[in-house]
């Protein structure tokens, strides 16, 4: 079971060292717009590196998506390997073993 980090910043100038996320067993990094999903190589190989029993740490959800859907849908595929998500800023998590509903209810809020 490994933790693995994911941060990202919006541009190359930006800074990646205040997303904070403990320790990490390996780290995804990058510099590039959270718009889409698709268009970040990290995060694709991230979801295809993480195994069953992992937990993925992001410094906060807009680190992740900026559009809910794609949130959304990247939590799911997570969940759906047996991956856990966490996000240190909102203090939310997301296990595949245990449905959080006020988690859950916030996520949609957001």
């Known amino acids: 079971m490994a933790i693995i980090g994911y941060k990202r910043v919006s541009t190359i100038d930006q800074n990646l060292a205040r997303q904070d996320l403990g320790d990490c067993d390996r780290v995804f990094e990058e510099k590039v717009s959270g718009k889409s999903a698709s268009d970040r190589p990290q995060l694709q ?47 939310l998590s997301f296990s595949p073993k245990e449905q959080n509903a006020l988690a859950k209810l916030q996520l949609q809020m957001m």
């Open 45 to 91: 190989e991230l979801l295809s590196y993480a195994r069953e029993g992992d937990t993925v740490v992001v410094h906060s959800i807009d680190r992740m998506a900026r559009d809910l859907r794609d949130l959304q849908d990247i939590v799911q595929t997570l969940n759906d390997k047996g991956v856990a998500i966490t996000f240190n800023s909102e203090g």
